[in-house]
């Protein structure tokens, strides 16, 4: 063997042995297929924010169904915060908002695999339909005023149910989150939501996506989120989630 062939040799076989080695090349890589999954979102919609819950199963390598919940404030579209004019005023308040409004969501989903990863850097696109109900409560609104009739050993701040046909220019804020919750009331009502899925993790037994559709609620009247403003009985949200979770058989 000539010295340069020897030379050729060598080197191809020292990069044979120390060339990086891919995980798995995208001819042999097999998507692990489990039986359930559990995940959690953090729900960011054009009316508020939540979080989220699902419990998946699935009969099929491409097919998934569950169960979920979500737990989120709705405002109203014309909702802006102020602050009041005395000093040390810094919760702030929203003019003519009497009520405070949640929904709680629980109901059921279907997920399908539109795109497949073939590799173990590639991401999973799928498409979610989902619907139920959707379990509103209306909250009073509660505000801190200050007393300006207080004489020593009177308090100073009043607790009061906020009242926009009142004067407005003693308000300190809004009080805590806790005044006026046994004076909630329920609405009933549905949702229905469509959304597409990226799962990009690239780790098949967990859960790393980002959710992007839209969402509406829908209750059988008009909920008095404004004083003497028009309510809205349907609420169309876009939406965006943040979900991990984890994949098991």
Known sequence: MKPVSGIYLLLFIWA????????VSSG?????VYENDFSLGLHLHTRGYGISFRRGYYP???????FETDILNLRHEKEIKTFGILPGNNRGFVLNKINSFFSLRT???REKILYDRYDRNGIIISWLLGGGFSIGFV???YIELENTESSFGQDRVLIRRYNPSEPQQNILGQA??????????????LYVKTSFL???LGVDESIKSLEVGVVADAFRKEIP??????????????YCNINFGKRWN
Do not use: C, W
């Not at 099929?60 to 569950?66: D, Q």
């Open 16 to 23: 044979s042995t120390h060339a990086p080695a891919q995980e």
């Open 28 to 32: 042999d890589y097999r998507r692990i």
């Open 60 to 66: 099929t390598n491409f097919r998934k169904y569950g």
């Open 107 to 109: 109901g059921m989903f």
């Open 139 to 141: 909250k009073p609104v």
């Open 176 to 189: 805590g989150f806790f005044q006026g919750i046994g004076e909630t009331k329920i609405e009933p009502g």
């Open 198 to 200: 990226f799962d990009y």
């Open 225 to 238: 989120i404004f004083y003497d403003f028009v309510n809205p009985s349907v609420f169309i949200q876009l």
